[in-house]
């Protein structure tokens, strides 16, 4: 009997759990690569000829045109870490990739996917609970410890060589946004921190400025360039002529009555300036367009105004100055006037707005060309996350692959507890965790078999901190060397992880409306053209 339709494709059993589980892996080899301090960068380019260089894991993936259904539930993995830990992401991409490849080999074992499943699952719980025994609480107050959480995400990354510069800038940054609740917890207000770039510059120019920066032009020769102590009005509004309807038709019959209707464009952009001026406004900061009449009237009046702001600028000026975004010239009132110091800085071409009690902070970073600050950009975002999760969560473990030795020690002391199948599935669980610091060596022209027994030896003999120094080769205590990473990331590392895989073993049969690799080839056997990975290869 014949129910689905001719273009229309089923993968079953073992099939389905091999195509699967090859597409995920796919996706963790992909970056696997890029692990590490010593990982390496990838060049992406998108159709319209647009070049990507970074080693950020969920750059990467969102990059790469994907579009097999499989390999897009492992991205998914890594924007969720970075939605929730703000890095970390290709160490849950590659640990899922991982747990995929043990869970291979059981089911060859003729062990049932739901036994490896639960495996998994009490694996990953129990994984969480040691890292809660395992981290390290920290002071939001200890700015040096922040210091390193923030340096140890972005080595290997393209803010590396101003680390340190860039991290304090960091801490600073994260400590000017953060508040302390009523129960004593802290909650860090990214909303209210801004990251601006700017090429042709030193990273090491890169700076912290207590308010907002806004990349435009005065849009007349003859208005001010600084006003201290600035009443600032945010408009979303055009200081244009109102335009008319689309139907509107005007006829005219004289010279006097074209005069008569320029007369009336020209009071109307009148009467716009002079309720601007009514409310006191010293600066203006307009979202949309500005008449070339209108803005020869500002100037007369001495005020100060920028055209087409980015509505995010507007929205954190707000912020920073204080007032209302003003979208009707007949609301206008004094009331909706922000206050704070704006100047016009000429080298950088841009406006510095200091509110006079600032709710933001803009973090301007600076680089030589735009490639540059693209990934700076990336790793100075990722560290920001990282520093405000840590601030937030108060907890923190030893880099450098020294976490994930200890928990797969740990985990398989747990195993010997563990009835039934399940036993072999934590044990696969504990073997995936150490592929990080495997990588780790691999990525560093290391022997990762050396380096991991070297790392198994230290932890047995007690010590917890025990990691790779990618740099010297050697094992040492990481936590005391400043390579720290939050707690929250491994958590969520191990969670999203576990999900995905577990997630991907539970499927025994695919049914696609049509054809499930785009090379178009169906002679490739039971995986449905398994070899073009729905797009995979192209992608890699």
Do not use: W
Not at 455 to 484: K, M
């Amino acid at each position: 009997m014949i129910i689905m339709g001719e273009d229309s494709q089923r993968v079953k059993d073992k099939d389905a759990q091999e195509y699967n589980i090859s597409a995920a892996r796919a996706v963790a080899e992909a970056v696997r690569s890029t692990l590490g301090p010593k990982g390496m960068d990838k060049m992406l380019v998108d159709s319209m000829g647009d070049v990507t260089i970074t080693n950020d894991g969920v750059t990467i993936l969102e990059e790469m045109d994907i579009d097999n259904p499989t390999a897009e539930m492992i991205v998914e993995v890594a924007e969720t870490q970075e939605e929730e830990a703000g890095d970390g992401t290709t160490t849950a991409v590659a640990i899922a990739g991982e747990l995929l490849k043990n869970a291979e080999e059981l089911l060859e074992q003729d062990i049932h996917p739901t036994a490896v499943i639960k495996g998994f699952h009490l694996a990953s719980e129990q994984a969480r609970e040691e890292v809660e025994d395992i981290s390290r609480t920290v002071d939001p107050t200890d700015t040096e410890l922040l210091a390193k959480v923030a340096e140890t995400s972005m080595t290997g990354k393209g803010a590396e060589l101003d680390k340190e510069h860039l991290a304090q800038l960091i801490v600073e940054a994260v400590e000017a946004v953060t508040v302390e609740a009523e129960d004593g917890s802290h909650v860090v207000d990214l909303a209210n921190l801004k990251v601006e770039t700017q090429k042709g510059r030193a990273v090491s120019e890169s700076d912290l400025l207590n308010g907002a920066v806004v990349s435009k032009d005065p849009v007349h020769d003859n208005m001010p360039s600084e006003v201290e102590d600035a009443d600032t009005l945010l408009l979303d509004a055009a200081i244009e002529v109102d335009e008319a309807d689309v139907d509107t038709n005007v006829s005219i019959d004289s010279p006097d009555q074209l005069q008569s209707f320029l007369d009336q464009e020209e009071q109307e952009l009148r009467d716009k300036v002079d309720a601007i001026a009514a409310t006191g406004a010293d600066v203006v900061f307009c979202q949309k367009g500005i008449d070339d009449l209108a803005q020869h009237y500002l100037a007369k009046e001495g005020i100060l105004a920028a055209r087409r702001v980015k509505s995010s600028d507007i929205g954190f000026l707000k912020n920073v100055l204080g007032g209302n975004v003003v979208s009707n010239f007949d609301d206008i009132d004094a009331d909706d006037l922000g206050h704070g110091s704006v100047r016009r800085d000429s080298e950088d071409e841009m406006f510095y707005v200091e509110g006079g009690d600032a709710h933001g902070v803009t973090l301007l970073l600076r680089g030589s060309t735009d490639h540059v600050v693209d990934e700076l950009e990336r790793g100075v975002s990722d560290a920001l996350d990282v520093v405000a999760t840590t601030v937030s969560d108060g907890r923190v473990v030893a880099g450098g692959g020294a976490i994930e030795v200890e928990l797969a020690s740990r985990l398989r002391e747990f195993a010997d507890s563990v009835t039934g199948r399940e036993q072999l599935a934590v044990e696969a669980f504990a073997d995936s965790l150490e592929l990080v610091p495997r990588v780790l060596a691999e990525n560093a022209g290391l022997d990762s078999i050396d380096t991991l027994v070297d790392l198994r030896a230290a932890h047995e003999a007690g010590d917890q901190t025990a990691g790779l120094n990618v740099f010297s080769g050697d094992v040492e205590d990481t936590y005391e060397a400043g390579v720290v990473e939050p707690a929250h990331s491994k958590e969520q590392a191990v969670s999203s992880a576990t999900e995905a895989a577990n997630l991907v073993l539970k499927i025994d049969d695919i049914i696609a409306a049509g054809d499930l690799s785009t090379s178009g080839d169906e002679d490739e056997g039971g995986a449905g053209g398994m070899g073009g990975m729905g797009g995979m290869g192209g992608a890699m």
